[in-house]
T-cell receptor, first 114, second 115 residues
Framework: NAGVTQTPKFQVLKTGQSMTLQCAQDMNHEYMSWYRQDPGMGLRLIHYSVGAGITDQGEVPNGYNVSRSTTEDFPLRLLSAAPSQTSVYFC?????????????FGDGTRLSIL | QQPVQSPQAVILREGEDAVINCSSSKALYSVHWYRQKHGEAPVFLMILLKGGEQKGHEKISASFNEKKQQSSLYLTASQLSYSGTYFCGTELKDAGGTSYGKLTFGQGTILTVHP
């Protein structure tokens, strides 16, 4: 039972490069989301999706794009990497919005922008 | 829309108790509590869906005061394993009484337990 799988686990980019952080879940969850975690800032919501084909912005969406073409996958794209995007990124999923069941987190992607 | 947690940090000796508070300026649909160890992903502790609800998990419990838009996490007889950062996450309630959908987290409370 894999749960929420994020790849890669570590990545170093140069300013201006683009890349996609991958996230996949095998629990048939409707709701998926991306957070970034910086020291002292907690977990800040970037984008979320309540189902395939539906995405919405969180608290800090600028510089990131998402799409949800399947229930299983929710990739996060950095369009033009900036040093301010150096962070730990967590993908998470839950059965649906408002569910009684918990949200499951992936192991995280540690991203450094030089 | 992020909930506000207090205190920011707590230092305890084994066996002591602590309370972590989480408050929102808007009506809450649910409150989630997680613990995160350094370098790891957050781990689920409990979810509270109804005002007045209280839940327990070993010696860790929580309450949800819907009217005050607040939740509290209670850690009793703390153990070394309780050390970590505790996050509350909240779903807001819309005019129809259902969830707005997104789950946002507070800044976290760093709990350190010493022998």
């Amino acid at each position: 039972n894999a749960g929420v799988t994020q790849t890669p686990k570590f990545q170093v980019l140069k300013t201006g490069q683009s890349m996609t952080l991958q996230c996949a879940q095998d629990m048939n969850h409707e709701y998926m989301s991306w957070y970034r975690q910086d020291p002292g800032m907690g977990l800040r919501l970037i984008h979320y999706s309540v189902g395939a084909g539906i995405t919405d912005q969180g608290e800090v969406p600028n510089g990131y794009n998402v799409s949800r073409s399947t229930t299983e996958d929710f990739p996060l794209r950095l369009l033009s990497a900036a040093p301010s995007q150096t962070s730990v990124y967590f993908c998470a999923s839950r059965e649906r919005q408002g569910a009684k069941q918990p949200q499951h987190f992936g192991d995280g992607t540690r991203l450094s922008i030089l | 829309q992020q909930p506000v947690q207090s205190p920011q940090a707590v230092i305890l000796r084994e066996g002591e108790d602590a309370v972590i508070n989480c408050s929102s300026s808007k009506a809450l649909y649910s409150v989630h509590w997680y613990r995160q160890k350094h370098g790891e992903a957050p781990v689920f502790l409990m979810i509270l869906l109804k005002g007045g609800e209280q839940k327990g998990h070993e010696k860790i419990s929580a309450s949800f005061n819907e009217k005050k838009q607040q939740s509290s996490l209670y850690l009793t007889a703390s153990q070394l394993s309780y050390s970590g950062t505790y996050f509350c996450g909240t779903e807001l309630k819309d005019a129809g009484g259902t969830s707005y959908g997104k789950l946002t987290f507070g800044q976290g409370t760093i709990l350190t337990v010493h022998p």
